[in-house]
């Protein structure tokens, strides 16, 4: 229908309190969008002529009679309309503005004469209870552009509003891992940040370096955020990543903080956190880094007591969240003690992006040790290890505190994410046993850590016309994807399409559809070959090559991986359900088959990725509106990002027979090593050829090689390994060996090899378990043999169990005892089997990878 060229907003008395109240901001932020399309909207208790928009909830009844049962939950949000009169309702305040910011995103991005086209009723309510956002500062060259500008911080703020997020986390002081004996520590603009802000009474403390005009522009940069944040119905985290570091050991600082003493840290630290939240009273929580890298060390609970006592003391609820790593629940009863509501937030799949379902498993090497690495890291390296990338022993029945998961961007900083499967399968994951949601570290971050910023190169692109107005706007769509989808997983698609249809024309759906193949690649890539957990180590976005057989890799991935450290060994993030070349590789030498996922399954779903972007792009070419930036920079990393998939399939495949080799030493496995190698290679030079004159050649995230460079800098130790391998070929460089017998059986397993199954046959369980009675579970199946049940508490510091399932009638069944169900832990479990000589796992991963591949059991 065509509107008239005038509305009215009906904001009832209720609602209109003044500028800041968060109603009233969304209402104006409707009447500007409809003003940039020649609509006149007027704002007022009571309808005039033309088209009426509604206001009601919150206890204001709407005067049209409600289609359907409306969701009487926080948050929660309705739209329907009756001809030119539209109801925008929610069953809050947050509600209404997330009904009325969508209003406003039909009318931007309206392509017909109806500007609210879209579906009516349309009525939505929040899976993940939190959905954060943090932006990190970690370079003054690059960050402080965006930090100062108001602007930027307008439209940012609007954009995490409209797309349903409901928390901002500005994140300060996570430049660095280790503050103390680190010769990298130059860059320490708010690594410290209280004297970067305040200048504190009975204190003398400051920055040498800092001006006070610029210490308290920064203050009051800080409180313009809180306001604008406040008045669009986000909450206000503020991270606090670091409470000292050696002040006095840090002879390449470019900042010298005075006056810290070990007396007077603690009261300086709690002081100002009351001062901080005194001054920006929109603050609704802080976040610590309890562990020791956050420069206090571990056991430490004094100074912990001090600082929550300084959050109690500002004389409101502000949440403790304490992150996961290291925290012990000496710490939690110490935050509790402070009398603040208190969050835990532990990482989602270590300092990466994984597929969306939280890994079965965590590394080997993050079980705790026998010895404590030392006494000021005894639990983040000692007796609490197993929460070092993971939920750990955290999600307990009687939990009193909430889960937030962090999702750090290790994986992927640069290209281009949007997949509103995978987007949809973290929004109902991040809610997981008793969870309460998820906050993820913007792309970007960590953009010129560890003194490595450049300035202007926040924007990553060197050719002219790819760099967006800020640098953010490049990721607007995954933001909508990310957002929309964690508060609704089964929200409709044109409330991303849309956006995608006004910006990209007839390529819309191409772009769509590419972009969410591109988006399975790295973080699959992640999940099956976790060299290191830390991000500072591996970025599988721009890989250092780890060598097949010896060579490259060992400096950026030694430390955190066991030996040998080569492709085929490296671990995977989820061991309970993949398996490793190396594992996979032995297994075929003993004539056993593997029940988990297998490199090859790996690399069978990277090919069918790589073909659906390459099919997209294929399609893309030949649309008229393929020329447009936004379809650029969308389809040239869907390209990038194809050509990845390629390379690391043929990566494990080619893995496969080098663990092979090097198990048994036969000469002749070289050949399929070299084959499969020289695809891979030959898929990075097309990603290099790609991006040369696209990205920066330096793109720089820390200072060391492996966190800098780009793709066509990996090129040269790719090739090299190439020319290695070639070189082993005869010649006298390898011994001649004869396969055995089992040699030749596992060359004729892994060249006749099945892909494992994922099969949702009937499970017969209940969906709750009460502790210290059996738990029985049954499938119905015609296997092989007796299918194996694999069970354990939702708690990674425990190992997986299995047992043999027993006969039943049309099918198998087994019990989980009466003594494990004991205790204070929810449990999953998984089921294997063989079925006409093929594995299969039950459920295992849907073709899109999208679902969680194990059963949970809450208990009662």
């Given at each position: 229908?065509?509107?008239a060229?005038?509305?009215?907003?009906?904001?009832?008395?209720?609602?209109?309190?003044?500028?800041t109240?968060?109603?009233?901001?969304?209402?104006?932020?409707?009447?500007?969008?409809?003003a940039?399309?020649?609509?006149?909207?007027?704002?007022?208790?009571?309808?005039?002529?033309?088209?009426?928009?509604?206001?009601?909830?919150?206890?204001?009844?709407?005067?049209?009679?409600?289609?359907?049962?409306?969701?009487?939950?926080?948050?929660?949000?309705?739209?329907?309309?009756?001809?030119?009169?539209?109801?925008?309702?929610?069953?809050?305040?947050?509600?209404?503005?997330?009904?009325?910011?969508?209003?406003?995103?039909?009318?931007?991005?309206?392509?017909g004469?109806?500007?609210?086209a879209?579906?009516?009723?349309?009525?939505?309510?929040p899976?993940?209870?939190?959905?954060?956002?943090?932006?990190?500062?970690?370079?003054?060259?690059?960050?402080?552009?965006?930090f100062?500008?108001?602007?930027?911080?307008?439209?940012?703020?609007?954009m995490?509003?409209?797309n349903?997020?409901?928390?901002?986390?500005?994140?300060?002081?996570?430049?660095?891992?280790?503050?103390?004996?680190?010769?990298?520590?130059?860059?320490?603009?708010?690594?410290?940040?209280?004297?970067f802000?305040?200048?504190?009474?009975?204190?003398?403390?400051?920055?040498?370096?800092?001006?006070?005009?610029?210490?308290?522009?920064?203050?009051?940069?800080?409180k313009?955020?809180?306001?604008?944040?406040?008045?669009?119905?986000?909450?206000?985290?503020?991270?606090?990543?670091?409470?000292?570091?050696?002040?006095?050991?840090?002879?390449?600082?470019?900042?010298?903080?005075?006056?810290?003493?070990?007396?007077?840290?603690?009261?300086?630290?709690?002081?100002?956190?009351?001062?901080?939240?005194?001054?920006?009273?929109?603050?609704?929580?802080?976040?610590?880094?309890?562990h020791?890298?956050?420069?206090?060390?571990?056991?430490?609970?004094?100074?912990?007591?001090?600082?929550?006592?300084?959050?109690?003391?500002?004389?409101?609820?502000?949440?403790?969240?304490?992150h996961?790593?290291?925290?012990?629940?000496?710490?939690?009863?110490?935050?509790?003690?402070?009398?603040?509501?208190?969050?835990?937030s532990?990482?989602?799949?270590?300092?990466?992006?994984?597929?969306?379902?939280?890994?079965?498993?965590?590394?080997?090497?993050?079980?705790?040790?026998?010895?404590?690495?030392?006494?000021?890291?005894?639990?983040?390296?000692?007796?609490?290890?197993?929460l070092?990338?993971?939920?750990?022993?955290l999600?307990?029945?009687?939990?009193?505190?909430?889960?937030?998961?962090?999702?750090?961007?290790?994986?992927?900083?640069?290209?281009?994410?949007?997949?509103?499967v995978?987007?949809?399968?973290?929004?109902?994951?991040?809610?997981?046993?008793?969870?309460?949601?998820?906050?993820?570290?913007?792309?970007?971050?960590?953009?010129?850590?560890?003194?490595?910023?450049?300035?202007?190169?926040?924007?990553?692109?060197?050719?002219?016309?790819?760099?967006?107005?800020?640098?953010?706007?490049?990721?607007?769509?995954?933001?909508?994807?990310?957002?929309?989808?964690?508060?609704?997983?089964?929200?409709?698609?044109?409330?991303?399409?849309?956006w995608?249809?006004?910006?990209?024309?007839d390529?819309?759906?191409?772009c769509?559809?590419?972009?969410?193949?591109?988006?399975?690649?790295?973080?699959?890539i992640?999940?099956?070959?976790?060299?290191?957990?830390?991000?500072?180590?591996?970025?599988?976005?721009?890989?250092?090559?780890?060598?097949?057989?010896?060579?490259?890799?060992?400096?950026?991935?030694?430390?955190?991986?066991?030996?040998?450290?080569?492709?085929?060994?490296?671990?995977?993030?989820?061991?309970?359900?993949?398996?490793s070349?190396?594992?996979?590789?032995?297994?075929?030498?003993?004539?056993?088959?593997?029940?988990?996922?297998?490199?090859l399954?790996?690399?069978?779903?990277?090919?069918?990725?790589?073909?659906?972007?390459?099919?997209?792009?294929?399609?893309?070419?030949?649309?008229?509106?393929?020329?447009?930036?936004?379809?650029?920079?969308?389809?040239?990393?869907?390209?990038?990002?194809?050509?990845?998939?390629r390379?690391?399939?043929e990566?494990?495949?080619?893995?496969?027979?080098?663990?092979?080799?090097?198990?048994t030493?036969?000469?002749?496995?070289?050949?399929?090593?070299?084959?499969?190698?020289?695809?891979?290679?030959?898929?990075?030079?097309?990603?290099?050829?790609?991006?040369?004159?696209?990205?920066?050649?330096?793109?720089?995230?820390g200072p060391?090689?492996?966190?800098?460079?780009?793709?066509?800098?990996?090129?040269?130790?790719?090739?090299?390994?190439?020319?290695?391998?070639?070189?082993?070929?005869?010649?006298?460089?390898?011994?001649?060996?004869?396969?055995d017998a089992?040699?030749?059986?596992?060359?004729?397993?892994?060249?006749?090899?099945?892909?494992?199954?994922?099969?949702?046959?009937?499970?017969?369980?209940?969906?709750?378990?009460?502790?210290?009675?059996?738990?029985?579970?049954?499938?119905?199946?015609?296997?092989?043999?007796?299918?194996?049940?694999?069970y354990?508490?939702?708690?990674?510091?425990?190992?997986?169990?299995?047992?043999?399932?027993?006969?039943?009638?049309?099918g198998?069944?087994?019990?989980?005892?009466?003594?494990y169900?004991?205790?204070?832990?929810?449990?999953?479990?998984?089921?294997?089997?063989?079925?006409?000589?093929q594995?299969?796992?039950?459920?295992?991963?849907?073709?899109?990878?999208?679902?969680?591949?194990?059963?949970?059991?809450?208990?009662t």
């Open positions: 229908m065509t509107l060229a005038s509305a009215s907003i009906v904001l009832p008395a209720a609602f209109a309190t003044d500028s109240d968060s109603v009233a901001w969304a209402a104006s932020e409707l009447q500007r969008a409809l940039q399309r020649d609509v006149a909207a007027d704002i007022g208790p009571n309808a005039g002529q033309g088209l009426v928009i509604e206001i009601a909830g919150a206890g204001v009844e709407p005067t049209l009679g409600v289609p359907a049962a409306l969701p009487a939950v926080a948050e929660g949000m309705a739209l329907y309309r009756q001809g030119d009169h539209i109801i925008a309702w929610g069953h809050d305040a947050r509600g209404i503005v997330y009904a009325l910011t969508e209003l406003a995103d039909r009318v931007r991005n309206a392509l004469d109806d500007l609210f879209g579906t009516f009723p349309l009525i939505e309510q899976t993940a209870r939190v959905r954060s956002m943090a932006r990190l500062f970690c370079a003054e060259e690059e960050d402080k552009v965006w100062y500008d108001k602007q930027q911080w307008r439209d940012y703020l609007t995490l509003a409209s349903r997020f409901n928390r901002f986390a500005l994140t300060l002081g996570m430049g660095y891992n280790y503050p103390y004996h680190n010769p990298w520590i130059s860059d320490v603009y708010f690594y410290f940040p209280y004297p802000l305040l200048q504190l009474p009975g204190y003398a403390i400051d920055v040498k370096e800092l001006s006070a005009e610029e210490r308290d522009a920064n203050l009051d940069m800080l313009f955020i809180g306001r604008e944040a406040a008045k669009r119905g986000l909450e206000f985290q503020l991270a606090l990543w670091t409470q000292r570091y050696d002040f006095d050991d840090v002879p390449n600082a470019n900042y010298t903080v005075r006056g810290v003493t070990a007396d007077n840290l603690a009261p300086y630290c709690r002081d100002s956190i009351t001062k901080l939240l005194l001054e920006v009273p929109e603050i609704t929580g802080m976040t610590f880094r309890v020791v890298e956050g420069g206090i060390a571990e056991g430490d609970y004094a100074f912990w007591e001090q600082a929550f006592a300084g959050v109690a003391a500002a004389g409101r609820p502000v949440e403790i969240d304490m996961g790593k290291g925290l012990d629940h000496k710490m939690i009863a110490v935050a509790r003690a402070s009398g603040m509501p208190i969050a835990a532990p990482k989602y799949l270590a300092e990466h992006m994984g597929p969306p379902y939280h890994q079965s498993a965590i590394r080997n090497k993050e079980y705790p040790p026998e010895v404590a690495r030392s006494e000021r890291e005894q639990l983040s390296e000692g007796s609490r290890k197993f070092r990338y993971s939920y750990g022993d999600l307990t029945k009687t939990k009193d505190y909430k889960v937030i998961y962090r999702i750090w961007a290790g994986t992927q900083r640069v290209l281009l994410w949007g997949d509103p995978f987007a949809a399968g973290y929004g109902r994951s991040s809610m997981f046993a008793g969870s309460d949601g998820v906050e993820w570290c913007e792309p970007q971050s960590f953009k010129g850590r560890m003194g490595t910023g450049v300035p202007g190169q926040r924007f990553t692109y060197q050719k002219h016309g790819m760099p967006t107005k800020q640098d953010w706007r490049k990721y607007d769509y995954q933001y909508r994807v990310w957002g929309r989808l964690l508060y609704n997983p089964d929200a409709p698609r044109e409330s991303w399409m849309r995608l249809e006004r910006e990209c024309g390529v819309a759906e191409l769509e559809q590419g972009l969410s193949w591109a988006s399975r690649v790295l973080p699959l992640t999940l099956a070959h976790g060299p290191s957990a830390s991000n500072n180590h591996y970025w599988p976005e721009v890989y250092t090559n780890l060598g097949f057989i010896d060579g490259s890799g060992k400096r950026a991935y030694g430390f955190d991986m066991e030996g040998p450290v080569r492709f085929g060994n490296a671990p995977t993030f989820d061991s309970a359900l993949f398996a070349a190396r594992e996979y590789a032995e297994l075929l030498l003993a004539g056993e088959k593997s029940h988990r996922y297998t490199p399954d790996v690399a069978d779903w990277l090919d069918d990725m790589a073909e659906g972007c390459e099919t997209a792009l294929t399609k893309a070419r030949r649309s008229a509106d393929f020329g447009r930036a936004e379809v650029q920079r969308i389809l040239t990393d869907v390209q990038i990002l194809g050509g990845i998939a390379h690391f399939a990566k494990f495949r080619a893995a496969c027979w080098a663990e092979l080799f090097v198990a030493k036969v000469s002749s496995l070289i050949e399929p090593v070299l084959d499969h190698a020289r695809r891979s290679v030959l898929a990075w030079e097309g990603i290099a050829a790609v991006s040369r004159d696209l990205y920066h050649d330096d793109m720089t995230y060391q090689s492996w966190l800098r460079g780009s793709w066509h800098s990996r090129l040269p130790e790719m090739q090299a390994e190439l020319l290695d391998i070639e070189a082993m070929r005869g010649g006298g460089k390898t011994e001649s060996v004869q396969p089992a040699t030749l059986n596992a060359i004729a397993a892994l060249k006749g090899r099945r892909k494992t199954l994922a099969d949702p046959i009937t499970v017969g369980s209940d969906k709750s378990f009460v502790g210290g009675k059996p738990f029985a579970v049954s499938v119905q199946t015609d296997a092989d043999a007796a299918p194996v049940l694999h354990r508490h939702i708690n990674q510091a425990e190992r997986w169990k299995s047992v043999p399932m027993q006969p039943r009638e049309g198998y069944g087994a019990e989980i005892p009466a003594a169900t004991e205790g204070d832990f929810h449990m999953q479990y998984f089921i294997s089997l063989t079925r006409k000589g594995s299969v796992l039950v459920p295992g991963l849907e073709r899109n990878l999208a679902n969680e591949p194990y059963y949970t059991a809450l208990q």
